[in-house]
């Protein structure tokens, strides 16, 4: 045997000595690693497999109303008007007036209710539907639309009621907030304790008038008001337009005040207390009730939801005024 022979077994450690077990040991977590490391990238393989698969079985599914497919010959066609009415809400213009055409298309639908449970919200929003409303009616004569108020009805949610031949509601039912708020915040006194300075450039002597970190000037503030006074007499126009001599009008009218549903058959802002299914029955002469509210596809709710800013709703809270009906 020669000389490196010799020299490299006696470099090489014995099988029970603790620099081989010590090698064995990193040897096989090594081996565990990358076994894991193999089990981890099927998975995540798999996850996306099954993540494409259901964005592609999503895209198949096309919007559709909630009852597309009703089995009696003529039914009441229902449309919810639920939540906030505002553009980026399940409330918005673009969804009513697609379930309203929908209806008013149908041959078996008898009428259309509009069962609403909302605070009311933009009023643009609110206006696209109430003139849409009123122009769907002139297309189709013996086809009324109802509207029947659930726990709440206010403010733009009652505007769009008053394009409706009738208005119902329960006795317990909140009616009215004929009205109109801008509303946002000031921040200038606690800016000026804790030593923030505002830097605000603008082209235009009252382009920032708006901004919460400067201060009100009363010029300023008389103009925001005349800008609502301006909006809530529009409101107030197709009020009178929609409920007609049946509106009691008194100075607390159009205050921006709320009403019990029994307080608003007196006022005249409501015709009777009555449910959904007792208006298909009484003034439809049906007991079936189709559900024409438009549903958005899976896909849009999906790319909704991961497209949507946490901060959001909280920024704009504090850096927006924005018109409101409530």
């Given at each position: 045997?020669?000389?490196?022979?010799?020299?490299?077994?006696?470099?090489?450690?014995?099988?029970?000595?603790?620099?081989?077990?010590?090698?064995?040991?990193?040897?096989?977590?090594?081996?565990?690693?990358?076994?894991?490391?193999?089990?981890?990238?099927?998975?995540?393989?798999?996850?996306?497999?099954?993540?494409?698969?259901?964005?592609?079985?999503?895209?198949?599914?096309?919007?559709?109303?909630?009852?597309?497919?009703?089995?009696?010959?003529?039914?009441?066609?229902?449309?919810?008007?639920?939540?906030?009415?505002?553009?980026?809400?399940?409330?918005?213009?673009?969804?009513?007036?697609?379930?309203?055409?929908?209806?008013?298309?149908?041959?078996?639908?008898?009428?259309?209710?509009?069962?609403?449970?909302?605070?009311?919200?933009?009023?643009?929003?609110?206006?696209?539907?109430?003139?849409?409303?009123?122009?769907?009616?002139?297309?189709?004569?013996?086809?009324?639309?109802?509207?029947?108020?659930?726990?709440?009805?206010?403010?733009?949610?009652?505007?769009?009621?008053?394009?409706?031949?009738?208005?119902?509601?329960?006795?317990?039912?909140?009616?009215?907030?004929?009205?109109?708020?801008?509303?946002?915040?000031?921040?200038?006194?606690?800016?000026?304790?804790?030593?923030?300075?505002?830097?605000?450039?603008?082209?235009?002597?009252?382009?920032?008038?708006?901004?919460?970190?400067?201060?009100?000037?009363?010029?300023?503030?008389?103009?925001?008001?005349?800008?609502?006074?301006?909006?809530?007499?529009?409101?107030?126009?197709?009020?009178?337009?929609?409920?007609?001599?049946?509106?009691?009008?008194?100075?607390?009218t159009f205050s921006g005040l709320i009403w019990?549903?029994?307080?608003?058959?007196?006022?005249?802002?409501?015709?009777?207390?009555?449910?959904?299914?007792?208006?298909?029955r009484e003034k439809l002469n049906t007991e079936?009730?189709?559900?024409?509210?438009?549903?958005?596809?899976?896909?849009?709710?999906?790319?909704?939801?991961?497209?949507?800013?946490?901060?959001?709703?909280?920024?704009?809270?504090?850096?927006?005024?924005?018109?409101?009906?409530?």
């Amino acid at each position: 045997m020669d000389n490196n022979t010799s020299n490299n077994d006696s470099r090489r450690p014995d099988d029970n000595s603790k620099e081989w077990k010590l090698i064995e040991k990193v040897l096989l977590d090594m081996q565990g690693e990358q076994k894991r490391s193999r089990r981890w990238g099927i998975f995540f393989k798999s996850l996306t497999f099954i993540y494409l698969f259901a964005i592609i079985w999503l895209l198949r599914i096309p919007g559709e109303h909630g009852n597309m497919e009703p089995q009696a010959s003529e039914y009441a066609a229902v449309i919810e008007v639920n939540g906030v009415i505002a553009a980026d809400q399940d409330a918005n213009a673009d969804a009513i007036i697609t379930s309203l055409r929908d209806a008013f298309d149908d041959e078996k639908a008898l009428g259309v209710i509009l069962r609403i449970n909302s605070p009311g919200g933009s009023p643009v929003q609110s206006g696209y539907v109430f003139d849409e409303i009123r122009r769907l009616k002139e297309t189709r004569e013996n086809f009324p639309v109802y509207a029947v108020i659930m726990d709440l009805g206010a403010s733009g949610a009652y505007y769009i009621a008053a394009a409706a031949d009738e208005i119902y509601a329960d006795k317990a039912s909140l009616v009215g907030s004929i009205g109109v708020v801008g509303s946002g915040f000031g921040f200038t006194e606690a800016m000026n304790k804790i030593g923030i300075e505002r830097r605000q450039y603008t082209a235009g002597e009252h382009k920032g008038f708006l901004d919460p970190f400067q201060p009100e000037k009363p010029e300023e503030k008389a103009f925001w008001q005349s800008v609502l006074k301006v909006t809530h007499n529009q409101f107030i126009s197709q009020v009178r337009l929609g409920r007609g001599d049946r509106l009691k009008e008194t100075p607390d009218t159009f205050s921006g005040l709320i009403w019990s549903g029994e307080q608003a058959v007196e006022m005249g802002l409501i015709d009777g207390l009555a449910s959904s299914s007792q208006i298909a029955r009484e003034k439809l002469n049906t007991e079936e009730l189709v559900n024409f509210t438009y549903q958005p596809t899976p896909w849009d709710e999906l790319v909704s939801r991961l497209g949507a800013s946490m901060g959001r709703g909280f920024a704009t809270l504090l850096t927006e005024q924005t018109l409101t009906l409530r």
